[in-house]
């Protein structure tokens, strides 16, 4: 199993990035995908989770109407929208999937994460 995140950048606050994750090695519809971020010198946090089975999300409040994730079962991709970005929302971000209908701390498998900085 593989994950591959991609779409990271320098944006100015304000702006938007759209990250994507390729997974291969499993299907995505019994599987529940996760996006999490790590702050320099901070934990990592989830950002948000979507359910393969039926597409249902869930969001850190801290992203909530500003962050979109979804999900191409048939290009086996998860992608998260990230609009009106801001200065805390840099960090590295992670792709990662586990079994099941909800995401955990501990997920199964992990992808690299891209950098998203955000600033002036």
């Known amino acids: 199993v593989q994950l591959q995140a991609s779409g990271g950048g320098l944006v100015q606050p304000g702006g938007s990035l759209r990250l994507s994750c390729a997974v291969s090695?499993?299907?995505?519809?019994?599987?529940?995908i996760g996006w999490f971020r790590q702050a320099p010198g901070k934990e990592r946090e989830g950002v948000s989770c979507i359910s393969g089975a039926d597409d249902s999300a869930t969001y850190k409040h801290s992203v909530l109407g500003r962050f979109t994730t979804s999900i191409d079962n048939v290009r086996n991709m998860v992608y998260l929208q990230m609009n009106s970005l801001k200065p805390e929302d840099t960090a590295v971000y992670y792709c990662a999937i586990r079994y099941g209908d909800y995401c955990l701390s501990r997920m199964d498998y992990w992808g690299k994460g891209t950098q998203v900085t955000v600033s002036s």
């Open positions: 090695g499993l299907t995505l519809d019994d599987h529940a």
